[in-house]
């Protein structure tokens, strides 16, 4: 590496930070960090699943992973897999019974590149199960006289277990030995050829005195569950038991000759057509550019040729001596932390704001198939908005520099408010009210295009399974109305803080009297946009419904609940409307769409708890004018929630006097009455294909709130959407897994119920995500030892992750938003 003065003397602070620890106890905690690294030692194999999704298979001590580029979807614990096999180029893992499920998928199928690549992979899958998994080695198989029948390979050599017992048992040679050190050599000041002939210091070890090669036990956290696209990753694979005593007893791998290179802030990776080494999708951009502007990094320019992923800035550990330099160093005045969550949150919604005005016109222009008056249309309307937050973003980060005392320190002064920035911005958005009255047009002018051409709405679709579209375009649309809300309600929290003399009350004032007088009169068009903008994403959910979206028509409720039939409970997605209620099950489309099954009119419509009478706990009777329908939630909060709301419905209805229209779609040729039992035909097949995994995914369509529900047993409401809205957050957390020991610093975004993980705010796509719905959030308690402040705990099942926050307010914030998302 040339240039690697700064590097150096890097090196040398943090060594000085390590003094007394030997050469030994160094060499232990480079192990430490090393088999922390969730793709360390890590080996993929390019796979297709059914449905064609370019996936990739690996394999490590916990079993078998599934990675979708590099983020790991799927994990299957060595004690979950029955059978693993392969047939030509197909290999199949045969999973044990669950019992915590009442269906389950029993063999799982990957296609892979040959025979010979499914052949490698099984032998190394045996080899690791075997060595990780079994006491002894196993036996050789007696030949076969005449016939044989599969294959002979077995896993020949001592096991983890038994290399364990002859380190502890017996009482071998070790090797003394003698490190060499050298001196600090400056690379830049080496000549040429001095460069290319220096080496790093060489060092021996103790050594069991065989002819086997060293190894060293270098095992991955078993608990680090990510989740990407919306999704939560497998279930948590459980750990070998780790061995206590000398560093030398924690064996695995083999290591050769070669030399671990560390370079912060790069990743080697081995990238796929089409992507380039930061693990980015082609974007319609030129060769080193993004939307923000930003340069790659001459680190990331080229990729390493090493096949083992090393440090990034994701992984860096912060120290305890950093927080409380960082505490003592910033503001601590509640004010302060306000104008910080403006900075952040108008990060992340100007990132938002790139997804319509930058990234989705690009592709509109590379075919012209949208008509000019809806391009026109939605350039007027976004760009002007685009560049009045642009202006806006750069004053609230000078302010914030100045407010921390980290640039124009020349500068004197008061510069410890955001006030007047506010008012300046607001000041310039009302003038574009009447631009923020159409944006509802144009997502009605674009879903009408979508109709008139197929291509155009494939386009739509194509663009919304891109990284960077990490919630649905309509949402994205309407993204300027609901930044009005958040205005208000930081003004509204910074008037409560300041007293009326401060100097910044004035000023903050006087713009939340502006923002809520736009509030007010943009608030119809926002409660329209909203309901419209449901039906329209509901619309691509289901399939066999007709006009959804149709004046009059809105949304309340969508869930899950067990319908109960001749074949007992089973489970279905009920979506409650307006007008009538529908019911549903996850059909094997490949879009994850859910099959109609039913539909409900409301009016007339009679619910009577009937748990005593059915003994079907939160179980409640819907009698309708044609047929009563037996349905159980998944508990008594649920069940409240649902008659409540459906009992709304009906007496709307009646006091409207509107007629039922009919949801379920004309065009099918198997149309029956659910009491001739038609629609509840289901092929087992079907029924598998419900219960697939949320990880488990082919299309953006798998990432939506209705998928989130059915693998979560719950359900939202219109008013929870609502509330979800005004309820975003933007910063920097600290993230740690339940048996990990370090904290991550991430980026983290707060945004239609879920958690979006980013390595920075310059990110342009999350790297993973949480759907929070069926979470549960506590603070830690004293048991486990946790020992930090301003930390929460999300807990769900068996996934258990703490996060960090910088401040009381910030811890606050957080705490309050989670909350509205999850009770």
């Given at each position: 590496?040339?240039?690697?003065?700064?590097?150096?003397?890097?090196?040398?602070?943090?060594?000085?930070k390590?003094?007394?620890?030997?050469?030994?106890?160094?060499?232990?905690?480079?192990?430490?960090?090393?088999?922390?690294?969730?793709?360390?030692?890590?080996?993929?194999?390019?796979a297709?699943?059914?449905?064609?999704?370019?996936?990739?298979?690996?394999?490590?001590?916990?079993?078998?992973?599934?990675?979708?580029?590099?983020?790991?979807?799927?994990?299957?614990?060595?004690?979950?897999?029955?059978?693993?096999?392969?047939k030509?180029?197909?290999?199949?893992?045969?999973l044990?019974?669950?019992?915590?499920?009442?269906?389950?998928?029993?063999?799982?199928?990957?296609?892979?590149?040959?025979?010979?690549?499914?052949?490698?992979?099984?032998?190394?899958?045996?080899?690791?199960?075997?060595?990780?998994?079994?006491?002894?080695?196993?036996?050789?198989?007696?030949?076969?006289v005449l016939?044989?029948?599969?294959?002979?390979?077995r896993?020949?050599?001592?096991?983890?277990?038994?290399?364990?017992?002859?380190?502890?048992?017996?009482?071998?040679?070790?090797?003394?030995?003698?490190?060499?050190?050298?001196?600090?050599?400056?690379?830049?000041?080496?000549?040429p050829q001095?460069?290319?002939?220096?080496?790093?210091?060489?060092?021996?070890?103790?050594?069991?005195?065989?002819?086997?090669?060293?190894?060293?036990?270098?095992?991955a956290?078993?608990?680090?569950?990510t989740?990407?696209?919306?999704?939560?990753?497998?279930?948590?694979?459980?750990?070998?038991?780790?061995?206590?005593?000398?560093?030398?007893?924690?064996?695995?791998?083999?290591?050769?000759?070669?030399?671990?290179?560390?370079?912060?802030?790069?990743?080697?990776?081995?990238?796929?057509p089409?992507?380039?080494?930061n693990?980015?999708?082609?974007?319609?951009?030129?060769?080193?550019?993004?939307?923000?502007?930003?340069?790659?990094?001459?680190?990331?320019?080229?990729?390493?040729?090493?096949?083992?992923?090393?440090?990034?800035?994701?992984?860096?550990?912060?120290?305890?001596?950093?927080?409380?330099?960082?505490?003592?160093?910033?503001?601590?005045?509640?004010a302060?932390?306000?104008?910080?969550?403006?900075?952040?949150?108008?990060r992340?919604?100007?990132?938002?704001?790139?997804?319509?005005?930058?990234?989705?016109?690009?592709?509109?222009?590379?075919?012209?198939i949208?008509?000019?008056?809806?391009?026109?249309?939605?350039?007027?309307?976004?760009?002007?908005?685009?560049?009045?937050?642009?202006?806006?973003?750069?004053?609230?980060?000078?302010?914030?520099?100045?407010?921390?005392?980290?640039?124009?320190?020349h500068?004197?002064?008061?510069?410890?408010?955001?006030?007047?920035?506010?008012?300046?911005?607001?000041?310039?958005?009302?003038q574009?009210?009447?631009l923020?009255?159409?944006?509802?047009?144009?997502?009605?002018?674009?879903?009408?295009?979508?109709?008139?051409?197929?291509?155009?709405?494939?386009?739509?679709?194509?663009?919304?399974?891109?990284?960077?579209?990490?919630?649905?375009?309509?949402?994205?649309?309407?993204?300027?109305?609901?930044?009005?809300?958040?205005?208000?309600?930081?003004?509204?929290?910074?008037?409560?803080?300041?007293?009326?003399?401060?100097?910044?009350?004035?000023?903050?004032?006087?713009a939340?009297?502006?923002?809520?007088?736009?509030?007010?009169?943009?608030?119809?068009t926002?409660?329209?946009?909203?309901?419209?903008?449901?039906?329209?994403?509901?619309?691509?959910?289901?399939?066999g419904?007709?006009?959804?979206?149709?004046?009059?028509?809105?949304?309340?409720?969508?869930?899950?609940?067990?319908?109960?039939?001749?074949?007992?409970?089973?489970?279905?997605?009920?979506f409650?409307?307006?007008?009538?209620?529908?019911?549903?099950?996850?059909?094997?489309?490949?879009?994850?769409?859910?099959?109609?099954?039913?539909?409900?009119?409301?009016?007339?419509?009679?619910?009577?708890?009937?748990?005593?009478?059915?003994?079907v706990?939160?179980?409640?009777?819907?009698?309708g004018?044609?047929?009563?329908?037996?349905?159980?939630?998944?508990?008594?909060?649920?069940?409240?929630?649902?008659?409540?709301?459906?009992?709304?419905?009906?007496?709307?209805?009646?006091?409207?006097?509107?007629?039922?229209?009919?949801?379920?779609?004309?065009?099918?040729?198997d149309?029956?009455?659910?009491?001739?039992?038609?629609v509840?035909?289901?092929?087992?097949?079907?029924?598998?294909?419900?219960?697939?995994?949320?990880?488990?995914?082919?299309a953006?369509?798998?990432?939506?709130?209705?998928?989130?529900?059915?693998?979560?047993?719950?359900?939202?409401?219109?008013?929870d959407?609502?509330?979800a809205?005004?309820?975003?957050?933007?910063?920097?957390?600290?993230?740690?897994?339940?048996?990990?020991?370090?904290?991550?610093?991430?980026?983290?975004?707060?945004?239609?119920?879920?958690?979006?993980?980013?390595?920075?705010?310059?990110?342009?796509?999350?790297?993973?995500?949480l759907?929070?719905?069926?979470?549960?959030?506590?603070?830690?308690?004293?048991?486990?030892?946790i020992?930090?402040?301003?930390?929460?705990?999300?807990?769900?099942?068996?996934?258990?992750?703490?996060?960090?926050?910088?401040?009381?307010?910030?811890?606050?914030?957080?705490?309050?938003?989670?909350?509205?998302?999850?009770?």
């Open positions: 590496m040339p240039n690697q003065d700064a590097l150096m003397d890097k090196i040398t602070e943090y060594h000085q390590h003094v007394g620890q030997t050469p030994a106890e160094s060499d232990y905690q480079l192990l430490e960090i090393a088999r922390r690294l969730e793709m360390y030692g890590v080996r993929l194999h390019p297709k699943d059914r449905e064609g999704t370019k996936l990739s298979l690996a394999v490590s001590h916990i079993g078998l992973l599934v990675f979708q580029g590099h983020t790991k979807i799927n994990a299957f614990n060595w004690s979950k897999v029955r059978k693993l096999s392969f030509r180029k197909r290999f199949l893992i045969k044990r019974p669950d019992l915590n499920q009442s269906a389950y998928q029993d063999t799982l199928e990957f296609v892979m590149a040959s025979r010979d690549c499914c052949k490698i992979f099984w032998k190394i899958c045996v080899e690791y199960h075997a060595f990780f998994r079994l006491f002894e080695e196993p036996k050789p198989k007696a030949k076969a016939f044989t029948r599969g294959s002979s390979f896993f020949s050599g001592r096991t983890q277990k038994q290399v364990f017992d002859y380190v502890k048992d017996s009482e071998f040679q070790k090797v003394p030995f003698e490190r060499k050190h050298s001196k600090k050599v400056s690379g830049g000041s080496l000549p001095d460069r290319k002939t220096s080496t790093v210091p060489q060092e021996s070890v103790s050594v069991d005195q065989t002819d086997s090669p060293l190894r060293l036990t270098l095992q956290p078993v608990d680090d569950p989740v990407t696209n919306g999704h939560q990753a497998g279930p948590e694979a459980q750990a070998l038991p780790s061995t206590t005593g000398h560093p030398e007893q924690q064996i695995s791998g083999v290591i050769s000759g070669s030399s671990l290179v560390v370079v912060k802030g790069q990743k080697a990776f081995p990238f796929g089409g992507q380039n080494p693990g980015h999708q082609p974007s319609p951009f030129g060769p080193g550019q993004s939307p923000n502007g930003h340069q790659p990094s001459p680190i990331n320019a080229h990729s390493s040729p090493l096949s083992s992923p090393l440090f990034t800035d994701a992984g860096y550990v912060r120290t305890d001596d950093e927080d409380e330099v960082r505490r003592k160093k910033f503001p601590t005045d509640k302060y932390f306000i104008a910080k969550e403006l900075l952040t949150t108008e992340t919604f100007q990132k938002d704001l790139a997804v319509i005005t930058v990234w989705f016109q690009a592709v509109l222009g590379k075919e012209d949208l008509p000019d008056s809806v391009r026109t249309l939605i350039n007027t309307n976004y760009d002007p908005v685009y560049q009045l937050h642009q202006a806006f973003l750069k004053e609230v980060e000078q302010r914030l520099q100045q407010w921390e005392g980290r640039s124009n320190a500068v004197k002064g008061d510069y410890q408010r955001v006030g007047d920035v506010m008012l300046k911005n607001i000041q310039g958005l009302k574009l009210t009447s923020l009255q159409r944006h509802g047009e144009v997502l009605v002018e674009l879903e009408r295009s979508c109709r008139a051409s197929q291509r155009l709405q494939e386009l739509c679709g194509e663009f919304e399974q891109q990284k960077v579209c990490y919630l649905s375009l309509n949402m994205f649309l309407l993204r300027p109305l609901h930044r009005l809300l958040h205005y208000k309600l930081i003004l509204e929290r910074l008037c409560k803080h300041y007293p009326p003399t401060h100097q910044d009350f004035r000023d903050s004032r006087a939340l009297a502006d923002i809520s007088e736009m509030v007010l009169q943009l608030q119809g926002m409660m329209k946009m909203e309901n419209i903008q449901k039906l329209l994403e509901l619309k691509k959910d289901l399939t419904i007709q006009d959804l979206a149709i004046s009059g028509r809105e949304f309340i409720r969508l869930g899950c609940l067990s319908k109960l039939s001749g074949k007992g409970l089973q489970q279905r997605m009920f409650l409307f307006s007008d009538s209620l529908v019911y549903t099950s996850r059909g094997m489309t490949a879009d994850n769409q859910f099959k109609v099954h039913g539909q409900l009119p409301l009016h007339g419509m009679t619910i009577r708890e009937s748990e005593d009478e059915w003994g706990p939160h179980s409640f009777t819907l009698f004018q044609r047929q009563s329908v037996v349905v159980a939630a998944s508990c008594a909060s649920e069940m409240v929630k649902w008659i409540e709301d459906i009992r709304m419905a009906v007496v709307l209805v009646e006091q409207s006097n509107r007629p039922s229209t009919d949801l379920l779609s004309t065009s099918r040729s149309r029956k009455s659910p009491e001739e039992g038609g509840e035909a289901e092929s087992e097949e079907e029924l598998s294909a419900s219960r697939s995994s949320l990880e488990r995914q082919s953006q369509r798998g990432n939506t709130m209705v998928h989130v529900c059915w693998h979560r047993n719950t359900s939202v409401s219109m008013v959407f609502s509330v809205v005004e309820n975003q957050l933007s910063g920097n957390l600290l993230r740690k897994f339940k048996n990990s020991n370090g904290w991550q610093k991430l980026w983290v975004v707060f945004t239609n119920f879920s958690l979006f993980f980013y390595k920075s705010h310059q990110d342009d796509y999350p790297l993973a995500s759907p929070l719905l069926g979470y549960s959030l506590t603070v830690p308690a004293e048991t486990e030892n020992q930090k402040d301003y930390v929460f705990k999300l807990h769900f099942k068996s996934h258990v992750y703490y996060f960090r926050s910088e401040s009381q307010y910030t811890f606050q914030r957080w705490m309050e938003v989670i909350r509205s998302a999850i009770c």
